[in-house]
């Protein structure tokens, strides 16, 4: 799955038509489930309820887990931080205790109003998946010129090279009408990412290019969410997510 950003409804939506099993099935969830959309803490809740939940870390996710552990929110909750914080402040009644300035935001929220469950979820997510098939789950991307182990936790959940450069590769050799190999360190069968909307592409559905599937379909642009099966690439949209 994709970045939800705050989408409680687009998340339901998927788990819902993709006829999900919350006991049986597993989810990988790609990040970013944090900012943007204001119910971010009923997003966080049903990931709870899913038995074999694999969550990758996204950069919104590490902002609010740098709140979490410290007091201090690194972006002044701009870049949607004030979808979280709203979200959270709403779950104890202080909804209202926001207030907007040129320089970023102040609110009542503090780590402590933050659940338990919920701090242990965002100190558990993974810089990355790999699973028994060889096929990487990864936020953003890589520097595919490096090993991939090793690389330091911001390349994992910010870097777009990979999925710039592939969509290059994949440019090129259709114009040469020829399909040569896209190069990297450490091969792996396929790789699933988000963090880079598709809207860019001026499409809500997920994009392939190379061996990379981008399912970030911009549920944090007035996009929609979508919900892949690795197996077969069968995927499952909600609707448009309305942002205001």
Request: hydrophobic share 35%; charged share 20%.
């Amino acid at each position: 799955m994709g970045d939800i950003h705050g989408a409680y409804q687009a998340l339901t939506e998927c788990l819902q038509r993709s006829g999900f099993d919350y006991l049986e099935d597993t989810l990988i969830q790609l990040g970013d489930i944090a900012d943007s959309g204001d119910r971010v803490y009923e997003c966080v809740e049903e990931l709870l309820r899913i038995k074999n939940l694999i969550a990758v870390r996204g950069n919104h996710d590490e902002w609010f887990l740098q709140f979490i552990q410290s007091g201090y929110h690194p972006q002044a909750w701009f870049g949607g931080g004030q979808g979280t914080a709203i979200s959270y402040l709403r779950r104890i009644g202080k909804e209202e205790l926001i207030l907007y300035t040129p320089s970023g935001y102040y609110t009542a929220l503090n780590p402590g109003d933050i659940p338990e469950t919920h701090k242990r979820f965002f100190r558990g997510q993974h810089l990355y998946h790999i699973d028994d098939e060889n096929n990487c789950f990864v936020h953003a991307g890589f520097d595919r010129h490096q090993p991939f182990k090793g690389q330091t936790p911001e390349v994992y959940y910010w870097n777009r090279d990979l999925w710039v450069q592939a969509m290059s590769w994949e440019t090129y050799n259709k114009h040469q009408r020829q399909k040569g190999k896209f190069q990297m360190v450490t091969p792996f069968r396929e790789i699933f990412i988000g963090h880079t909307s598709t809207i860019n592409w001026a499409t809500d559905k997920p994009i392939h290019a190379a061996n990379i599937y981008n399912i970030d379909t911009g549920a944090s642009h007035s996009g929609r969410l979508t919900i892949m099966d690795v197996a077969t690439k069968e995927f499952w949209q909600s609707e448009i997510v309305k942002r205001g």
